[in-house]
Structure formats: C-alpha cells, structure tokens
C-alpha cells in the first residue's frame, strides 16, 4: 500500500477511527481541534509542514505495522525534498545515529547523551571534553543532514 496514494480526507478518517477523539488527534498533529475541523472543511487550507505530519502518523499507525511482516518485497520510490526538515520524522533517527557514534568512540552512557542534547549544558558529573564531544557528534550529523 502505497500512502501517497491515499487523498488527504481518507488519511484523516482512517486516523479518527485510530484515535477515539478528535481532540486525540489534534493533540498528536500539534495543533488544535478547531483547527483539526476547520482543514475538514477546507483542505486547501493545511500547511504543507502539516501534511507531511499527517503523511508520517498516517504511515506510523497504519504502514510500519505491514511493514513489519518478514519477507516483503518493497517499490523503491524517492522522498520529497521538504522530508528532511520534518523533525517529528527525521530527529529521532538524527539521535539514534548520533548516540550510536558516540558510543563507539567514547563509551557514553545514553542518558549522558540525553542530557546533553536535550539540556545544552555542562553537567556537574561531566568534564567539557566529553560534553563537547556528545555535543559535537550530534550537531555534526544534523548538519550533514539538514
């Protein structure tokens, strides 16, 4: 199944029937429920950062748990080029790699890690060059990618 294939009104049902409410669903788009009512009425009106929030619970709800069936054969297709600036897709992934390189080189614990990109401070159990270095490696990679 191919989700950008699916027109945006039958993304939104089919995400309502996932979350019970509607302010579930506002709640996980990030924006409000009146919103949510207003681009039902007018689907013009959804910004393109939204859509592609829209695109990325879509697939979160109902693509990745198909994908998850072993020995599937798969349509290589390129991502738009406004993909890599949606952080709700791309920022977990930019961690992930990110810890995984410090961790080879420095043995950094991934609460360390947390830490450090979520807090942008020195901790008092940290000396500067291991902060730096967490530091470094994550801002490192998210230039290369953004």
């Known amino acids: 199944m191919k989700y950008n294939a699916i ?3 039958d993304k939104l049902c089919q995400l309502q029937t996932r979350f019970l409410y ?12 009146r919103t949510l009512l207003n681009w039902r009425q ?16 879509y697939c ?12 599937q054969n798969f349509d290589v297709f390129l991502l ?24 080879i080189e420095t043995d950094m614990a991934k609460a360390d890690f947390d830490n450090i ?11 500067r060059q291991t902060f730096h270095e967490g530091f470094n490696a994550f801002m490192t990679h998210k230039q290369l990618l953004f």
Do not use: C, Q
């Open 22 to 33: 509607s302010t579930t669903l506002a709640e996980a788009l990030g924006i409000s429920r």
């Open 117 to 127: 990109i979520d807090g942008k401070k020195l901790f008092r159990n940290m000396d």
């Open 7 to 9: 027109s945006l009104p």
């Open 60 to 71: 979160r709800h109902f693509l990745i748990p198909e994908w998850d069936v072993p020995k």
């Open 80 to 103: 738009p080029d406004s993909m890599p600036h949606n952080e709700a897709l791309f920022l977990p992934f930019l961690r992930r790699l990110s810890y995984g390189t410090i961790e």
């Open 42 to 57: 007018k689907l013009e009106s959804i910004p393109a950062k939204y859509r592609l929030d829209i695109d990325v619970l």
